[in-house]
């Protein structure tokens, strides 16, 4: 592809005019320039407060059994689960023959404005005590940073990774969500605990 590039741009540039090949021209204010010139800019105003919590509050309407949702979908995926006393559901899967990565899926969703989210986790690192050791959490905010989705939390000294999705995802969405917060969970206990597969 970078050849296609390459030569796309060797035939293309003679058929430019000069003027498109030269910087600005002298005096000439480049965009942001000229923004800074023009002072402040205006903010946008903030939607007027919805009195919704932009922090995690617990939802205790969840169904000892599970959101019925999320059973379903998991049932049409032909996946194995349990559902713990918060109602929600815990898998483990195989991943290769010597490791295998648990995941929670949470029947409690959160809200914001017209917004519900539902989140996924998988741990992958258990800590000494309720704290993470500073290398540790760099490395997990790194990782969170290159992340196509979801990133890294502590939840009592565990780090946690959760993927965070539209509460009424499709089946293929919630499959996808769960097999990327599994593989990065495992890839991350693998590279903080070598000789281990607590998860």
Do not use: C
């Not at 058929?15 to 021209?25: I, N, R, T, V």
């Amino acid at each position: 592809m970078r050849l296609i590039r390459f030569v796309l741009s060797a035939l293309l540039l003679p058929a430019l005019p000069l003027s498109a090949l030269a910087g600005p021209a002298p005096g000439a204010e480049t965009a942001p320039a000229a923004a800074a010139a023009a002072g402040p800019a205006r903010l946008a105003p903030a939607k007027a407060d919805r009195s919704d919590p932009a922090r995690v509050e617990p939802d205790h309407s969840v169904s000892k059994g599970g959101d019925p949702r999320i059973r379903a979908q998991l049932e049409g995926l032909g996946y194995k689960y349990e559902v713990d006393k918060d109602g929600d559901f815990v898998l483990t899967f195989a991943l290769d023959k010597q490791r295998s990565q648990m995941a929670y899926v949470l029947s409690g969703t959160q809200r914001y404005g017209k917004l519900e989210v539902r989140e996924i986790w998988s741990p992958g690192y258990r800590g000494g005590d309720s704290q993470l050791p500073g290398d540790v959490a760099n490395r997990l905010l790194e990782d969170s940073q290159l992340s196509k989705m979801g990133g890294w939390v502590k939840q009592d000294g565990v780090a946690v990774f959760v993927v965070k999705i539209d509460a009424g995802a499709s089946q293929d969405d919630l499959d996808d969500a769960i097999d990327y917060v599994v593989r990065a969970a495992d890839k991350m206990e693998a590279e903080l605990t070598p000789d281990q597969d607590e998860f």
